[in-house]
Structures are given as structure tokens and as C-alpha cells.
């Protein structure tokens, strides 16, 4: 039967899947893309496909400790402890706000190179450069209120980008790392890949002049580091294939070789799976994801994480500057029929733009329910009685989503253009491929109006998601797509950032919330539970905050 459903796939799709078939030892995964490419600060980094392949080819200093496996048996992590990396030890001093951190000793990574102190110095130092296209690994240390890491390294003058004593090396195998003063949140973006530890030497023998960081090299060839796996090839746009870091100081990894091949139809990457054919099956649509729970040799486990679908909608563009706009658009979804015919029920509506599983999480006041006659009410209000459509407004009234996410999200946008039209407003689908879209997101900020289910903050808790998304660029912020700008949130947001004790800052973080839910510079819609699809020869499912595939996590089953 298997042979049969074979030889009904696509000829193109079979071919690719015997030419360069996977031996026993490896571990083959099929998904919509592969990397873009590899720079913690690149271009394309806030795609999950580019991230999840740095964070397997590098490694962090700490890392969450595992916790309990929940019913559908994932295996959760436990976001209170954290467990020893390529630091062997942490202490922090909060005298002088530093933490000295000793490093683990016989280290190596795929080039032969021993892990040191100046392997750590070199990747802040990297990041405090901000010479990549996405200033992320500066972010993740600002973040973590890293003294020195501020947005004075945006400002014309070289001096705030070089690094100082902030982040210095005692011994070959200790490390200082300095905090500018009381701050909750080193320990947990040092688990975030931005951070990871690049391997020094590898790095710097492919620096060039114009080039000194070596972005280049680490956006299309490689991300040297001290992780389980090294990188053996990489076609763009069709197949990455990384092999087992023999040396790799937690043990070699179950799995000699991970292939991971682009097949941009989740159809055709259910039926591989379906077939015995691969391993994992990446980004199917809820609806393949509904058909697998009975099908033999195939295991579905899900949870609630942090994956989410809003519409952004940018404050520079008209009629989106209006926030009576924003509101009738926010009233006009059906949040209901989304997740029943876009989700299968294994979703929830949103209510919030922080998830609603994260430490600091509130519930605003300001909710929006399906309601199209305050709508429309509120369309009129704002100067639009008869309702918006793309010849007032051409170049705004196009909702665009990353056409890799056509069978997710495809059946969402229909949904609120469809309902937007019965409340008054006219716009246009608009899918781009995932680079273009990554680009006028993250780094042009000129797209009108955006459906995304790929933006997540992965750093566990309600201040980070409020900096990466909300927090003005100029003040910080480095997903805000929006330019969205509230001076009341960015000076909230620091001052929060330095009060210890939980009760205050909680009140600091439900202003921001309220402020977020009032101005609405995003509408959230569903938080959509996390599913993986893989063989049942195949045991480790694994949630982590990045929803990224960590592949040492995997082995075959007993």
C-alpha cells in the first residue's frame, strides 16, 4: 500500500526523494524552506527556517532545564531553572551587578577549535558592532540590560558600537559580564540563538576588510559555532544537510546526518510522511494536521506555546494612521469562524498582544468582539460612511502574507477579507514570497498591512515580547513593523526593566498592555497550538520557546 501511495506522488517530488535518498542514520525532515541564511544579524534571521538552523549549529552558555511531558507527550521545558551549556558555572554579584561565568573546558567545535573567553568577548563584541542588516544579538544584550547596550550604537559615533569593559575576559575559561544595574532578564535571552557563541578563530579567518565581522561568509556559508551539529551542504531554496559534531561535549547526537528538504507543498510533505517516506513533516496546514490523528505509523503531539496570527496595520500609512480605522477593522473579524474553519478548533482568540502563557501576561480591558455594526459605526466616524476601498487607497488596502503559508494562512486572510467587505472595507490579498516579506517587515517597515503567524517572542516573558514588537525603533524596539510609537509605553517599558520586585513591575507591565490594546497597532486574533507530525520510529518532541525543530533532541525509537 505504501509503494502504491508512492507512486502517486508527483514525479517531480518522487524524483527529489530517490535520487539523494536518507540512510537509516539520518534524520530527514521535509518543510516549506530552507535557510535564507545563517547571520544571527541577517536579513532574513526572523524567519523560523534561518534561526532554527543557526540555534542547531551553535550553542548557548545556558539553557532552560527540561520540565514535565504533558498528556499529548511533549516533552516541556521548565522556564524557572536553567541548566549548563558551554558554561560550566554562573554568579551573579549585585553589588556591582556582574556575573562571572565559567566556561567548560575540551569544547570543540567542527573546526577543530577549542572553546575559550575570547570566543565569548568576540560575539558581544560582534553584536555591539551593529554592522549586520537586523541588530538582533544587540537587542537580546539590551535586553538583558547589558551595560553599554544602548541605542546610542545607532548614532553616527563609532564609540557606543565598540566594546568596552562591559564584557571582558578574566582567564582563558572565565568571563565578566557587567549589567548597567538590576535587571530580571540576563539569564533567559542568553537561551535565545542570537546569543549563541560563535567560534572565534573560524569567524575571523573570513573577515575582509569591508567585511570585518564576516556577515557575508555567515549569511550564505556558514555559522561556525560550538553546537551538535556542523554544516556539510546547503542548496538555497531546496536542501540543508548538517552532520553530528563528533566532538560535541553532551555526546555525539543519535542521529549521524539531518537533511532537511524544501518542499513547498504541505500536501506533498503529508504524503511523504504518510508514506513512511521521511521522518518529520514541518508547517502542514491545520486542516493535514486534523487528518493525521488516526493514521498508522504517524505520531501528532500538540501544545499550547506561543504561536499567534495577528494583522498588523502600519501607523504610516494612511488610513491606518486613524485609530477609529484600526478599531472598525478589529471589530469586523469573525475571531470565532477563524478558529473553527481555519484551526479546526485548536486555537483560542487572542486577547492581548503578549501570550497569554508568559510571566507578566494581562488582560486588557480594551476587547474586541465580532461586531460589524460598530464597525461600520466607527468607519463613519472617521470620515468613511460609505466605506474604504483600494481606489482611495491603492497602495494600503493589500493584505500580504508570506505565500510559503498559503495553506495556513491562505483560508485566514479569505476570512477577513470577506468579513472586512461586510463591514464596509475593500482590500486585496497580497502573498509575497517569504524574503521579500521578511525584508519590508523587518527591515523597510512599509508594508500596509501584514497577516504573520511566524512572529513570536521567544524570549519568556511579557517584557521581552513588549521590546522586540512595541518599544519605538528609535528607542529600541527592532520588530516594530508597525511604526508604532508611544512614549508612554517606551518609558514605561525602561522603567520597568529595573524593578526587582514582581508586584511593581507587574503594574508597569499592565499599563504597557492597556496602552497596546487601546492604540492597536496590531490586531491579535488566535493563539494556535503548536503541532508536530512525525514518524513513530522517532521519539523527543520537544517544545521550545522558538518553535524551531533543536534536532539533537530526537532519536529513534526504542
Known amino acids: 500500500m505504501r509503494r502504491i501511495a508512492r507512486a502517486l506522488l508527483p514525479i517531480g517530488l518522487a524524483l527529489s526523494l530517490t535520487t539523494s535518498p536518507a540512510k537509516a542514520a539520518d534524520l530527514l525532515v521535509l518543510t516549506d524552506d530552507v535557510p535564507n541564511g545563517l547571520d544571527v544579524d541577517g536579513p532574513t534571521v526572523s524567519t523560523i527556517q534561518s534561526y532554527g538552523a543557526i540555534l542547531n549549529l551553535m550553542d548557548p552558555l545556558l539553557y532552560f532545564a527540561k520540565g514535565e511531558v504533558n498528556a499529548e507527550g511533549v516533552q516541556l521545558l521548565d522556564f524557572n531553572r536553567y541548566e549548563s551549556r558551554l558554561a560550566e558555572s554562573w554568579a551573579y554579584d549585585p553589588a556591582s551587578y556582574t556575573w562571572t561565568i565559567k566556561l567548560r573546558r575540551n569544547v570543540r567545535g567542527c573546526d577543530g577549535a577549542t572553546l575559550n573567553a575570547d570566543d565569548i568577548v568576540y560575539t558581544y563584541a560582534r553584536g555591539k558592532s551593529v554592522s549586520g542588516t537586523a541588530p ?73 576588510a569591508a567585511d570585518p565581522w564576516s556577515h557575508d561568509y555567515n549569511n550564505t556559508v556558514n555559522a561556525p559555532g560550538f553546537g551538535p551539529w556542523c554544516t556539510d551542504s546547503w542548496a538555497k531554496g531546496q536542501e540543508f544537510r548538517v552532520r553530528a559534531n563528533p566532538n560535541y561535549y553532551r555526546g555525539k547526537a543519535a542521529y549521524d546526518r539531518v537533511i532537511v528538504r524544501k518542499v513547498p507543498q504541505s500536501a506533498n510533505r503529508l504524503a511523504v510522511l504518510r508514506t513512511g517516506g521521511a521522518q518529520i513533516a514541518e508547517r502542514l496546514t491545520p486542516r493535514e494536521y486534523e487528518s493525521l490523528r488516526n493514521v498508522r505509523g504517524v505520531k501528532l503531539a500538540g501544545t499550547y506555546g506561543n504561536e499567534n496570527v495577528f494583522l498588523s496595520l502600519n501607523f504610516k500609512s494612511k488610513p491606518f494612521d486613524d485609530p477609529r480605522v484600526r478599531r472598525a477593522i478589529a471589530y ?207 521519539q523527543g518532541i520537544t517544545w521550545h520557546p522558538d518553535n524551531a525543530l533543536h534536532w539533537y533532541d530526537f532519536r529513534p525509537a526504542n
Open 136 to 208: 538582533i544579538a544587540w537587542f537580546l544584550a539590551n535586553v538583558g540590560g547589558i551595560d553599554g547596550f544602548t541605542p546610542a550604537v545607532f548614532g553616527p559615533d563609532p564609540g557606543p558600537k565598540k566594546l568596552g569593559d562591559e564584557v571582558r575576559k578574566i582567564d582563558d575559561y572565565t568571563v565578566a559580564i557587567r549589567q548597567s544595574g538590576p535587571n530580571t532578564q540576563f539569564e533567559r535571552v542568553q537561551t535565545i540563538f542570537a546569543l549563541y557563541v560563535y567560534d572565534k578563530e573560524s569567524m575571523e579567518r573570513r573577515a575582509t
Open 332 to 538: 469586523a473579524i469573525p475571531y470565532d469562524r477563524i478558529i473553527r474553519d481555519g484551526y479546526f478548533g485548536q486555537a483560542r482568540k487572542w486577547e492581548g498582544l503578549i501570550p497569554s502563557s508568559y510571566p507578566g501576561f494581562h488582560k486588557a480591558p480594551s476587547q474586541y468582539e465580532y461586531d460589524p455594526a460598530k464597525a461600520k459605526a466607527l468607519l463613519a466616524e472617521a470620515g468613511y460612511p460609505n466605506g474604504i476601498g483600494p481606489q482611495q487607497f491603492p497602495d494600503a488596502l493589500k493584505l500580504s502574507y508570506m505565500v510559503e503559508r498559503e495553506g495556513a494562512l491562505g483560508p485566514v486572510a479569505t476570512t477577513i477579507q470577506s468579513a472586512l467587505r461586510e463591514s464596509g472595507i475593500t482590500i486585496q490579498l497580497d502573498p509575497l514570497p517569504g524574503t521579500q516579506y521578511g525584508d519590508r517587515e523587518l527591515v523597510k517597515r512599509d508594508m500596509p498591512m501584514g497577516l504573520s503567524d511566524h512572529v513570536k517572542p521567544i524570549g519568556v516573558d511579557a517584557a521581552y515580547g513588549v521590546l522586540l514588537s512595541w518599544v519605538s525603533p528609535g528607542k529600541g524596539g527592532i520588530m516594530n513593523s508597525m511604526n508604532y510609537e508611544n512614549a508612554t509605553v517606551d518609558s514605561t517599558y525602561y522603567e520597568q526593566a529595573g524593578i526587582m520586585d514582581q508586584s511593581r513591575r507587574q503594574a508597569l507591565l499592565t499599563r504597557i498592555q492597556d496602552a497596546l490594546m487601546a492604540d492597536l497597532p496590531a490586531v491579535p486574533l488566535v493563539e494556535n497550538k503548536t503541532f508536530w507530525a512525525t514518524s513513530d520510529k522517532v
